[in-house]
Each structure stands twice: as structure tokens, then as C-alpha cells.
């Protein structure tokens, strides 16, 4: 098949993404394969030396293959005045799919993980309830569970591209800028089966959620989405919950700013106004031009990053490459991605690999033909509720830079003629 | 919660040893929760609320708090809070002034029960919780003494704590219904 063939949708090399399924798919195939052929002609392939002795056999928990484990999240260094505090971010530019291996989900914590004994956690509800009840980790693992597909993003993701200070991220990479996103299987109970049990005050307009760590970080939610899709998670990914993640419980608020999610959850308190924790009113709202700001922006915005080609990777030569990334919105699923190689002035439609994937990341692909100039790579995403993501210049225009969180813009990746790229804002 | 559904919840658990499927009918009301009192967690719940609900018993002055800051807290957020590094600076700004506003406890925390419930639950943040409700009450007037927004002589306790306006008590919008 010729690049002839290849049909061209938008500007700058964008080819239609039926090529990724079935004989568009050989037709990729052929131009990478075209060099590689040629370079290695008089190549005999042989038995491999792994294929002639017995490896190491079973073990009670599997490790990654060493040639595939490099990359790690990113943690900042420790800060004595902060113990525990800081983030570690997910290497979004080396995974693939949806799901976050339960060692790479992004971590932030206020005052470090605590070491729960679950034979001794108690969670707790209180309040404007008819019976107060406290359940234990035992009691807790009896009851009724769904097993549910989320991402998690704080609301500081991304936060790098709002620019403040002048600052613009020329190294950035996925990671860096992106990497406080990650997706899993969470299973846990309903917290609606839990507030009836305690039998909610119809005076309660908000719960509070308390963690165990030495932060007792806490937040407010608001009961409708209290009693809407909250579960207390006890699984991550099939196993339990990771210390990092809020072992043995964490509450999970599907769709919105990971830090109300709270982790080592022990106490819901039901009460008549939210409690105005710190990090509802210090941290994670955001400041408007007028000086107002707003609290409790809980669903994330309508997002989508291409994570390859992303910041400080390099296309080493000119021919077919498989751009794709994620896309995800805290208010449904993620309907259609467009991606542009030519800093947005024309688009074309990406292939989705899950358009229902609720609250959940989504895979997005498409080919793309590089013929050794510059481009600039961005995709835009539109949620089942028809909100489509803003460029950074429309959303920085709507609601300025004070904010701090909540960054949801395209991202742009430029591509310079050496095939080095880096993040711009375009 | 009666001891039926205890027994409920016991049979549950065995079948769920055995096999991998959940009864439905006894799903409906699995009431493994033990009733407790709130008097029995008393030391238990931290939050205090922007209404003064949840603030203990006692009380403090700035005056009494200067000698608890600058032993307890000083190290990390400076001598009058105006920090060391990072997200320590306690004092000043104004949500008003050019550029990118400082903010912090004086000029943009919304209510003061918000300071006594993070002392209380999050600092000093190498020994988190080991303030007495009282230092608690007397750091806190500390910090907004710092800020101009009492005197230290103010008695701050359960019931005057609620009723400090703080200078950007009208700042937030309550973003939390937005579509």
C-alpha cells in the first residue's frame, strides 16, 4: 500500500482513523517496516536463548519484567517542614489502555500515608442520623459491593498550564504537567447502603468526610451526590487498596477533584451546611478576576491529552505514527476526541476505544503521516453531556489565572523539524 | 440495630466464605453497624463547623497563644507566621491587590472555626493532635491576632470563635450545584 492510499482528513498529515483497524492498519505497518526491512536484509532469525532454559517459576507476587519497569512515578523530595506532604505523578506517557497499574496510580498526601491496622479502623457515621453506628473493617467487607471502572484527578493536574508567573513548562512532559490522572477498578459498598442504615435527618444537606492519616484531612459533600454514585472503596484494581490509595477504605466520589475522595476514611459526619475544612476553603478553590472565588468545583472538566507523541520525546524519522492519549470528564463519558497536527486550525475525528467508558478514562488513537516539519499536536475532547474542552487561551479568558486548580485546556505538543517535542501554549 | 440482623450478617459472612455469591434478600439490610453515642465520641469528632457546632469546651487569648506559637509552630511558619518556605505564610495579603493575590488565613479564610478545626486536627505538623483543646483555642487567636483581626486580649471560645467576621467572609461562591 502507497501513502497514496492513506486518506488525508485534516491538515498537516492527519489520516482518517478507519487506517487504524484491518488494511489501513498493514498500510502503517509498511512504512515503518519499509526501513527496517532494508536495514536488516541478510537477518536469520534463531531460537532465543530464554527459549532454552526453564526461567524462574511461580511466585506469591508478580513484579514487573526488568526490561519493562523502568518508569516509575514521580515524587518530589521530601521537605522537612512538610513530612509526608507532596504528590507523586502517574508516567502517563508509558501506559497504555485505561487502567493504572495500582503501583503507578498518582499519590497525594497531606501529612504521609498512615500504617492501618484494619483490625482497628473504625468507620464512623454520625451526625444529623436517627442512630449513629461505628462499622469495622470486618463488618464492612460483609455487605453488598459493585465493582466500578473511575478516574481520580486532583484538581491541581495540569496546573503548570495556566502560566502563572510567566512560567510555560518547556520541558514538561506528560508526567510532569498531566500525571496527577489515574484510572481504576475501584469495588466497594455503595455509601448510600451505609447512610440508610444510620437513617439519614432529612435536615442533612452535606456530609463530611474525615481521613485517619495524621492530616485528618476532611471534606464536605454534598448529600444528593452523597447518595448518589459515593461508595466507600475497599478494592483497587481486584486487591485491596493500596496505603497510598487509603487502605483499608477510602471514600470515592466518581468524577470529582481527587481530594475529596478521602483516603483511610473513618468518620461521615451528616450535617446541615458543609464544615468548611481547610481544603475546601484554603486549597482547591479558585479565585476569579473578580476576586470572588468559587469552592466546591467538584466534577472535573471535559479533558483529553495525547500522551504520544508528548514533551521531551523525540520522532526519530519521518513516516506513520499512532498519535493517542486519554480523554475523560467527570460529568459522563467521553463521546468524540478531534485531534490537529496544525495548532487547531483544522480536525479530524480520533478513534475512541470505549465511547461509554462513564467517569472513566477512554483510549483515543489516530494515525498520522510526519514528513519532517513542524506541527503543532492537540486534541479536543466532547463529553456525553456535550461540553467540549476549551483551548487554554478560551479557558484562561473565562474564568483567568488566579484559580490555581481545575486546568482542564488543550494541551499542545510542538514538533520542531529535528522531531524533538516539547509543551507549548498555542 | 437488632440482633437478627446480626445473625443475618454472620450467616452472610460464613456463605461468603464458601461461595462467591450474596443472598439478595438478606442484602437489602446487612445492619452489621454497632449504635454508638455521640457523648462516646466526643474525642473522636474533630470537625468544628462554621456555626461554632463541634467547638469544645475552653478558651484562650493571644496573649497566652504568642508562647505556644513560638514553641509549637514558629519553627516552620516564622516568628509572626510569616513563613519559611512553601505553604507556610499565615499572614497578610490582600485579595484586592495587583497581580496574583497572597493568600492566606488573613485575607482569604472565610470563617475563623475553619483555623481552630485544622490546628486542631492537622498542626503542628510533626505531632499532629498534640495540642490541648485549650492551646488549640489560644494559638488560634494567635494567628488571627497576627492578622489584625482581633486584639490579643479577645477571649476566643465555643461560642465567640463563631462569631469573628473574617475579611473575605463574603469571597467564596458555593460552586457545588453548578451544572
Not at chain 1, 7 to 30: C, D, F
Request: net charge neutral; proline share 6%.
Amino acid at each position: 500500500m502507497t501513502d497514496q492510499e492513506l486518506e488525508t482528513v485534516a491538515g498537516n498529515g492527519l489520516i482518517n482513523r478507519r487506517h487504524l483497524l484491518g488494511l489501513g492498519l498493514a498500510g502503517m505497518g509498511v512504512a515503518v517496516a519499509n526501513s527496517a526491512l532494508a536495514a536488516d536484509a541478510g537477518m536469520r532469525l534463531e531460537i532465543p536463548a530464554w527459549s532454552k532454559s526453564p526461567g524462574p517459576g511461580a511466585s506469591g507476587y508478580g513484579g514487573r519484567s526488568s526490561y519493562a519497569g523502568q518508569f516509575q512515578r514521580m515524587a518530589g523530595n521530601p521537605n522537612p517542614i512538610y513530612p509526608g506532604g507532596g504528590a507523586s505523578r502517574s508516567p502517563l506517557q508509558h501506559l497504555q489502555g485505561t487502567i493504572t497499574p495500582n503501583g503507578l496510580h498518582f499519590e497525594r498526601h497531606h501529612a504521609g500515608i498512615p500504617d492501618i491496622d484494619p483490625s482497628r479502623h473504625k468507620l464512623v457515621i454520625n451526625g444529623l442520623v436517627r442512630q449513629p453506628l461505628v462499622f469495622s473493617y470486618e463488618d464492612l467487607l460483609k455487605y453488598p459491593m459493585v465493582s466500578k471502572i473511575y478516574f481520580l484527578e486532583c484538581s491541581g493536574n495540569s496546573g503548570a498550564l495556566w502560566g502563572a508567573n510567566g512560567a510555560d513548562a518547556p520541558d514538561g512532559t506528560a508526567q510532569s504537567i498531566h500525571g496527577l490522572v489515574s484510572c481504576a477498578e475501584w469495588t466497594g459498598i455503595p455509601l448510600s447502603t451505609l447512610l440508610d442504615e444510620a437513617g439519614v435527618d432529612p435536615q442533612a444537606q452535606w456530609i463530611s468526610a474525615v481521613g485517619a492519616d495524621a492530616a485528618s484531612m476532611g471534606r464536605s459533600v454534598p448529600m444528593d451526590r452523597a447518595m448518589d454514585d459515593v461508595m466507600v472503596a475497599l478494592y483497587q484494581n481486584g486487591e485491596p487498596v493500596r496505603p497510598g490509595q487509603g487502605y483499608p477504605m477510602r471514600l470515592l466520589v466518581p468524577g470529582c477533584e481527587g481530594n475529596i475522595s478521602v483516603k483511610w476514611l473513618t468518620q461521615i459526619k451528616l450535617t446541615r451546611a458543609a464544615s468548611q475544612f481547610r481544603d475546601e476553603t484554603s486549597k482547591y478553590t479558585d479565585t476569579q478576576p473578580d476576586r470572588l472565588s468559587r469552592q466546591f468545583t467538584l466534577p472535573m472538566g471535559t479533558k483529553s491529552l495525547i500522551t504520544s507523541p508528548s514533551g521531551q520525546m523525540s520522532l526519530h524519522r519521518q513516516g506513520l505514527y499512532q498519535i493517542n492519549g486519554i480523554a475523560w470528564s467527570g460529568r459522563g463519558s467521553i463521546r468524540r476526541v478531534e485531534v490537529s497536527a496544525d495548532g487547531g486550525q483544522t480536525w479530524a475525528d480520533a478513534l475512541l476505544d470505549d465511547q461509554h467508558a462513564h467517569k472513566a478514562l477512554a483510549r483515543f488513537r489516530i494515525p498520522w503521516q510526519w514528513t519532517g516539519g513542524s506541527a503543532i499536536l492537540q486534541s479536543r475532547a466532547t463529553d456525553s453531556q456535550g461540553n467540549v474542552q476549551p483551548t487554554r487561551t478560551g479557558l484562561i479568558n473565562e474564568v483567568g489565572i488566579l484559580g490555581r486548580y481545575h486546568f482542564h485546556g488543550i494541551q499542545s505538543w510542538s514538533v520542531n523539524s529535528a522531531g524533538k517535542v516539547r509543551n507549548v501554549f498555542a | 440495630m437488632s440482633s437478627r440482623n446480626k445473625l443475618i450478617g454472620v450467616i452472610v459472612a460464613i456463605a461468603l466464605s464458601h461461595t462467591s455469591f450474596f443472598p439478595l434478600a438478606q442484602a437489602q439490610n446487612v445492619g452489621l453497624g454497632t449504635p454508638i453515642s455521640e457523648s462516646q465520641l466526643a474525642d473522636f469528632d474533630l470537625i468544628a463547623g462554621p456555626d461554632g457546632n463541634g467547638l469544645p469546651v475552653g478558651s484562650g487569648t493571644a496573649l497566652q497563644g504568642k508562647e505556644v506559637f513560638e514553641a509549637q509552630c514558629a519553627v516552620c511558619h516564622a516568628l509572626n507566621g510569616e513563613g519559611t518556605s512553601g505553604n507556610t505564610v499565615l499572614v497578610g495579603g490582600d485579595m484586592h491587590s495587583e497581580g496574583t493575590p497572597l493568600r492566606t488565613v488573613g485575607s482569604y479564610w472565610p470563617y475563623a472555626s475553619t483555623v481552630f478545626d485544622f490546628i486542631r486536627r492537622a498542626m503542628p505538623a510533626t505531632a499532629p493532635k498534640s495540642l490541648s483543646d485549650v492551646e488549640v483555642y489560644q494559638v488560634t487567636a494567635y494567628v488571627l491576632y497576627l492578622n489584625g483581626i482581633i486584639d490579643q486580649y479577645k477571649v476566643l471560645n465555643s461560642e465567640t470563635l463563631a462569631e469573628i467576621d473574617m475579611p473575605n467572609k463574603d469571597g467564596f461562591i458555593d460552586h457545588s450545584q453548578a451544572q
